[in-house]
């Protein structure tokens, strides 16, 4: 199992930005995936961006352009740098972790976009 912890949420303007920060309880360098999800009141969980133990990343279209997801193997810890932040933005952000062993939530973090 691996425990992840969010950061970095809170109350930003339309237009703005904030860092996500996620620190995991083990190292990730060999974590298949790891990845940010969004959850909006009265919506579904959905992806937002994820990061495999290579590298590669892939992005919902909602923030391609606008996001970024990176990690620092060395510190354990992913992080999703979000620009130009909408309203649409607005929910649960919540840190994900998966390998052949576990498939592990964050408790999330509360970003908020005012218009």
């Known amino acids: 199992q691996v425990q992840l912890v969010e950061s970095g949420g809170g109350l930003v303007q339309a237009g703005g930005s904030l860092r996500l920060s996620c620190a995991a309880s083990r190292t990730i360098f060999n974590i298949d995936a790891m990845g940010w999800y969004r959850q909006a009141p009265g919506k579904q969980r959905e992806l937002v961006a994820v990061?495999?133990?290579?590298?590669?990343?892939n992005y919902a279209d909602s923030v391609k352009g606008r996001f970024d997801i990176s990690k620092d193997n060395a510190k354990n810890s992913v992080y999703l740098q979000m620009n130009s932040l909408k309203p649409e933005d607005t929910g649960v952000y919540y840190c994900?972790?998966?390998?052949?062993?576990?498939?592990?939530w964050g408790q999330g973090t509360q970003v908020t976009v005012s218009s």
């Open positions: 994900h972790a998966l390998s052949d062993y576990f498939n592990s």
């Open positions: 990061i495999t133990s290579g590298g590669s990343t």
